[in-house]
């Protein structure tokens, strides 16, 4: 159990357009929602948190009009990075948090590596 | 605020030899640490976590990690290594709240020699 997806796993789109990223919890329900980003050799930055049905938290220094975040459903959550540039390729990763009580597991999808070009 | 430091980027070890990887914290209250692998261009894989209890935690792929509360450490162990287990160990912690994602640290390359 606590399988989190996310597709596209890699992605290459020009300079300039707009990626977006889907990550699922497949067979439980999130109430909140993690996505993270990985550059080469280094570790997980935190980028925002997510909660089903309201808007999206972002840590210092990440801004919130070019990766926009949408937790429309408790397994659904989407980041878009808008008008693309070659330092936003990266490694994305996204989390879940199961809304059972007592769960304090982050489960998190296998990434999604963005080019752009 | 909440912190974890993996003070070793790299760690060698000769197969069949003991490992282990070093972590320290800094959260308020009680920690909730949990230890995960990454393989190359791959998501995490869960390893182990510790939240109350048993100081000892015992994991996946014979691994296992040690909390002392006095250190701040959870450093994590294998009595004997593999070559497989050449991979990227990364240590988080969040704090018992819940309300914040978990913070990781740096990470450290393990390389199992054969």
């Known amino acids: 159990g606590a399988v989190v997806s996310q597709h596209p796993s890699r992605v290459i789109c020009k300079s300039g357009t707009s990626v977006k990223i889907e990550c699922r919890s497949l067979?439980?329900?999130?109430?909140?929602m993690f996505w993270y980003r990985q550059f080469p050799k280094q570790s997980l930055m935190l980028m925002a948190t997510?909660?089903?049905?309201?808007?999206?938290?972002?840590e210092q220094g990440v801004e919130k009009d070019k990766f926009l975040i949408n937790h429309a459903s408790l397994t659904l959550s989407t980041l878009t990075v808008t008008s693309a540039h070659p330092e936003d390729s990266s490694f994305y990763i996204c989390?879940?948090?199961?809304?059972?009580?007592?769960?304090?597991?982050?489960?998190f999808g296998p990434g999604t590596r963005l080019t752009v070009t | 605020a909440q912190s974890v430091a993996q003070p070793e980027d790299q760690v060698k070890v000769a197969e069949g030899n003991p490992l282990t990887v070093k972590c320290t914290y800094s959260?308020?209250?009680?920690?909730?640490l949990f230890w995960y692998v990454q393989y190359p261009n791959r998501g995490l894989q869960f390893l182990l976590k510790?939240?109350?209890?048993?100081?000892l935690v015992k994991g996946s792929y014979g691994f296992e990690a040690e909390f002392n509360k006095s250190q701040t450490s959870f450093h994590l162990k294998k009595p004997s290594a593999l070559v497989s287990d050449s991979a990227l160990y990364f240590c988080?912690?969040?704090?018992?709240?819940?309300?914040?994602?978990?913070?990781f640290g740096s990470g450290t390359r393990l390389q199992v020699q054969p």
């Open positions: 989390s879940a948090r199961s809304m059972l009580a007592g769960n304090y597991e982050q489960y």
């Open positions: 067979d439980f329900q999130a109430t909140t």
């Open positions: 997510s909660n089903e049905g309201s808007k999206a938290t972002y």
């Open positions: 959260v308020s209250g009680n920690p909730y």
């Open positions: 510790y939240i109350t209890g048993d100081n």
């Open positions: 988080a912690v969040r704090d018992m709240t819940g309300r914040r994602a978990l913070t």
